[in-house]
């Protein structure tokens, strides 16, 4: 099994920064992509962004080009969503998913495994 620790949400204005982090815990070296989702009241669950361990480039969607940046740091087996110049419409629930396929997908159900959220929330 492999469980996945979020952390790093909160208020903040537009144009403010946070960067959110997802654990990898118990058996983190079955995984070999990870994506960012984000659900917002009444929307359905979102890709925000993905990393494959297989050297691909990180996938965003295009709303968060540009001001997003999602990394991995491998000894500590954490991976990273760096949110700049953040704007009301990113309010949203933040899930880190995670998987065994060496795709990062944009898709949710290509997804083994879960977080539980962090709530990001920007007042205009």
């Known amino acids: 099994q492999v469980q996945l620790a979020e952390s790093g949400g909160g208020l903040v204005q537009a144009g403010d920064s946070l960067r959110l982090s997802c654990a990898l815990l118990?058996?983190?070296?079955?995984?070999?992509?990870v994506g960012w989702f984000r659900e917002a009241p009444g929307k359905e669950r979102a890709f925000v962004s993905g990393?494959?361990?297989?050297?691909?480039?990180?996938n965003y969607t295009d709303s968060v080009k540009g001001r997003f940046t999602m990394s991995r740091d491998n000894l500590n087996n954490t991976v990273y969503l760096q949110m700049n110049s953040l704007k009301p419409e990113d309010t949203a629930v933040y899930f880190c998913?995670?998987?065994?396929?060496?795709?990062?997908?944009?898709?949710?159900?290509?997804?083994?495994?879960w977080g539980q959220g962090t709530q990001v929330t920007v007042s205009s």
């Open positions: 118990g058996r983190a070296f079955e995984i070999n992509s």
């Open positions: 998913a995670a998987s065994r396929s060496h795709e990062a997908e944009i898709y949710p159900r290509a997804y083994d495994y």
């Open positions: 990393i494959s361990w297989s050297g691909q480039p990180t």
